[in-house]
Structure formats: structure tokens, C-alpha cells
């Protein structure tokens, strides 16, 4: 079953880090996949939510970290070393060559930390904030798929990582927005 997996993975990577490769999606990837370039966002997120729901705004502010330090730790800390999968970049096996547009890592690469990270933060922003603003939808999913699609595009990921980060991330940020809500209440803007 692992042969078949992975030989999906491979023609997946190789249509996506080969068939779709130019230039503007060789820089905008590589700036997608850098937790650096969406600081601002986060920055925006965490200080708008304070702003507008004041102390349940803190407290929504600490669960959204808090998904992110599960979504992490579990994935880069408990399954990577234990799975042991190398990333494609770093793969001698692969039977095509890769584009390098970014520095590999040696770290392993399932699941995908960064499609844990945001595929959990798209979850719990979702389920915490659909009722208020229905733009948060498309806009928490668009930017979860960007940053999953770049990892692959980039070559530092193969799909699977993909698939099994945002089955595990959804999974984390579901349960953190169920109980922030069981324990802090629905957010209601003032």
C-alpha cells in the first residue's frame, strides 16, 4: 500500500513542482510557505479580536495559539520522528529531478507542519467566527489551500504530508473551537 501512496505522490509532486512551474509561482510560493510573511496577518488577527470582543477576544487570542502549539508539537514533534518519511527535496530515490527553490530542511516531512499549522488555524478561525463575518469562510480556507499548495510546489512536501497535516490540523482546530465555545461562550461583537 505504501509503494502505491507513493507513487501517487510522486506524479502529484511532479505535476504540481513541474507542470505548473513559472516564474510568478516560483516567487509568490516561496513567499507563501514563510511564516514571516503572514506576521502581519496574525499580528492584525490577534489585536482586531482583542479590540472587538475585549476579555472573550483575550481568551479566543490564547486558544488560537494554543492551536497552534498542538498542531505543531504533534506534528513535528510526535509523528515526523516516528513516521521517519524524507522529504522530497532530500529523497535519492525520486525518479525525476527537482527544482530547488528553497533550502530542503533535514527535518522530515509527515505530516506537513505548515499545512498542520494553518489548516488548524483556518479550522478554529471558522468555526469561531462564521457566525460574525461570513467572508471568514472563503478567506481562512483560501489562505489555508496557498500555503498548503506552496509546500508542494516548492518541492518540500509530497501531497500525502499535505493531506495527512490538514486531516490532523482540522482535527486540532475543531476541537480547540469546540471548547473555547464550551468554555468561553459564542463571540458576539459589541
Known amino acids: 500500500m505504501f509503494s502505491t501512496v507513493q507513487h501517487i505522490d510522486e506524479i502529484l509532486l511532479r505535476s504540481i513542482h513541474l507542470g505548473c512551474a513559472n516564474p510568478v ?23 482586531w479580536m482583542f479590540q472587538s470582543f475585549g476579555q472573550k ?3 479566543w487570542c490564547g486558544f ?38 528553497v533550502h530542503c530542511g533535514s527535518g522530515f516531512s509527515f505530516p506537513s507542519s505548515h499545512a498542520t499549522n494553518h ?29 498548503c499548495f506552496s509546500q508542494v510546489y516548492v518541492a518540500v512536501h509530497y501531497p500525502s504530508d499535505i493531506l495527512g497535516g490538514a486531516i490532523l490540523g482540522s482535527g486540532i482546530g475543531w476541537f480547540n473551537a469546540r471548547y473555547f465555545k464550551y468554555r468561553i461562550g459564542i463571540l458576539q461583537q459589541s
Open 119 to 147: 489548516v488548524g488555524f483556518a479550522a478554529f478561525i471558522i468555526l469561531t467566527l462564521r457566525h460574525i463575518h461570513k467572508w471568514v469562510v472563503p478567506l481562512a480556507l483560501s489562505w489555508a489551500l496557498v500555503v
Open 64 to 101: 488560537f495559539l494554543l492551536t497552534f502549539l498542538f498542531c505543531d508539537a504533534i506534528s513535528a514533534s510526535l509523528i515526523k520522528p516516528i513516521i521517519h518519511r524524507l522529504r522530497p527535496c532530500n529523497d535519492p530515490e525520486l525518479p525525476f529531478t527537482l527544482r530547488q527553490l
Open 25 to 47: 509561482l516560483d516567487t509568490l510560493t516561496v513567499f507563501f510557505r514563510n511564516p514571516y510573511f503572514w506576521a502581519p496577518v496574525y499580528l492584525f488577527l490577534l489585536i
Open 57 to 59: 477576544g483575550l481568551w
